[in-house]
């Protein structure tokens, strides 16, 4: 930043579709605002922010993002998800946030391993997602390489230093026990922090023949969490529960 403030160095304009104010769920430890990007790779079926996966979305320019964030005297941190935020060159943006204060969280799926690589350095956590076993990825993704890039964004995390978390939604049909077992045992080669089971809404699906399914319950969660040897959570309507 110049003398007057002026953020340089950063992409132009980031896709945007938002950003809320206050969140005291979305970075662990932190009051934080969610920045939301637009565009993603993948078509899950279950996904419940999939007008976000084709919008174009709003163009802001990312001295704008950071000043308007910046002024939240509330928050201590940013969490920057989507979409997929690293389908865009956001490093500058990151380091802006951070050079303005700001620790800042990444949500991300993994598609992009070489842009996850580059923003580490100013990153203070991330959550990847790691959605099915490897021979289901391709099938549940749409895109037949999402395993060898999702896989390649597990090593780049479980050697660079930085705390994070790997995620998973938990779909009746889709993905279950088996799968999270399968999982766990994948993810104990790279040790995040924390495992962390998600419950599936079935109130606006990318396939709307999802509406149809029952989310699992708050105690299928802990019986699927209960069996994998990893430090474990569940995060379902009635809140995050530690296992």
Not at 5 to 17: C, P, Y
Not at 26 to 48: A, E, Q, W
Not at 88 to 115: C, F, H, M, S, W
Request: charged share 30%.
């Amino acid at each position: 930043m110049n003398s007057e403030g002026e953020v340089r160095g950063i992409a132009k304009t980031i896709r945007m579709a938002g950003i809320l104010d206050l969140s005291t769920i979305d970075f662990p430890g932190k009051l934080c605002s969610v920045l939301f990007l637009t565009g993603c790779p993948f078509r899950c079926p279950y996904c419940h922010n999939h007008p976000l996966i084709a919008a174009r979305g709003e163009e802001r320019g990312a001295e704008e993002i950071v000043r308007a964030l910046r002024e939240n005297y509330l928050v201590d941190g940013v969490c920057i998800t989507g979409g997929e935020p690293t389908m865009q060159d956001i490093t500058g943006l990151v380091r802006a946030l951070k050079e303005a204060g700001l620790a800042v969280k990444l949500d991300t799926n993994g598609y992009y391993p070489p842009r996850l690589k580059d923003l580490l350095e100013w990153v203070d956590y991330v959550a990847i997602d790691v959605k099915t076993t490897p021979e289901k990825y391709g099938e549940l993704t749409g895109r037949k390489d999402a395993w060898q890039r999702v896989e390649e964004s597990l090593e780049i995390l479980s050697e660079s230093g930085v705390d994070w978390e790997a995620r998973t939604t938990v779909v009746p049909g889709l993905v279950w026990r088996e799968e999270v077992q399968r999982i766990g045992e994948i993810l104990r080669h790279y040790e995040p922090v924390v495992y962390a089971l998600q419950q599936f809404s079935n109130e606006n699906p990318l396939d709307p023949q999802l509406k149809d399914v029952s989310p699992p319950t708050r105690e299928e969660l802990m019986e699927m969490a209960r069996g994998v040897e990893l430090r474990m959570e569940i995060r379902c309507r009635e809140g995050t529960f530690r296992v």
